[in-house]
Structure formats: C-alpha cells, structure tokens
C-alpha cells in the first residue's frame, strides 16, 4: 500500500513551476500584446504608402538657414504619423519576441518543476516500499 503519494501541495509548493506557469502567463500577454498592436502599427503604415505624396516639395537651397529648423521637421503630419507607426511597431516587435522567449522559459521552467516532483515523488515511494519489506522480514 503506497500511502504517500504525490498531491497537488507538492505542485505549488514548488518554485519551478509556479515561476514556470508565472512566465507562462506574462510571456502569452506580451506575445498577444504585441502582435496585436505590431499589427495595427503595419496597417497605418500601409495605409500610409497607398496616400498620394503631397507636392509640398522644397529643394533644399529653398529652405533657409534662418527657418527655425525646418530642414529637421517632417515635410507633412502624414510623415510624422508614419514615423510614430514605425517606432511603435519596432517597440510591439521587441514586446512579441519577448512575450516568446518569456514563455519557451516558463514552459521548460515548469517541465524541470514537474520532473523534480516527479524524482521526489518517486524516491518517496521507494522508501516506503523498501521501510515494508523490512518491517515484513523482521517479522
């Protein structure tokens, strides 16, 4: 009769696998996180590209010196828009990627958590089997 055998204590108790499914968790939010988003970013940056550039075209001895900068501004917002869309979509890529990384790790985190319960579970069962058959040959 194996009375020890392994319960759900013996899951949570044990840090691999609540770090594991905690990674998990984060990883899946930030994978979804920034797929969605990336996706939304490469939409308005492709919506950009169909648009008709504007003929507000000034050759670059027209802009003067004297203009407060206005050779570092983009020449219309439509260019701005698409900048802002371009830096968010490189953040949501970065975001996706980790989102997974974080949960390849999470996912081997718990795999090492349930087979070091497992290895526990399992040498518990072989004292209590090898404690019987010594309390069966002393009698």
């Given at each position: 009769m194996l009375?020890?055998?392994?319960?759900?204590p013996d899951i949570y108790r044990d840090w691999r696998v609540?770090?594991?499914l905690a990674l998990v968790f984060l990883g899946a939010?930030?994978?979804?996180?920034g797929l969605t988003r990336a996706r939304d970013?490469?939409?308005?940056?492709?919506q950009a590209a169909n648009v008709v550039p504007?003929?507000?075209?000034r050759s670059f001895d027209e802009i003067e010196a004297g203009?407060?900068?206005?050779?570092?501004?983009?020449?219309?917002?439509?260019?701005?828009?698409?900048?802002y869309a371009r830096a968010r979509m490189d953040f949501y890529h970065v975001t996706f990627l980790t989102?997974?990384?974080?949960?390849?790790?999470?996912?081997?985190?718990?795999?090492?958590?349930f087979i070091a319960i497992i290895r526990n579970d399992?040498?518990?069962?072989?004292?209590s089997i090898s404690s019987e058959s010594r309390e069966h040959h002393e009698d």
């Open positions: 009375s020890p055998r392994m319960k759900l609540v770090a594991g939010c930030n994978w979804w996180v970013s490469s939409q308005i940056i492709a504007s003929t507000d075209y203009n407060g900068g206005a050779v570092l501004q983009p020449l219309n917002s439509q260019g701005e828009q698409v900048s989102g997974q990384v974080m949960m390849i790790a999470g996912v081997l985190l718990v795999f090492m958590g399992t040498w518990r069962a072989l004292r």
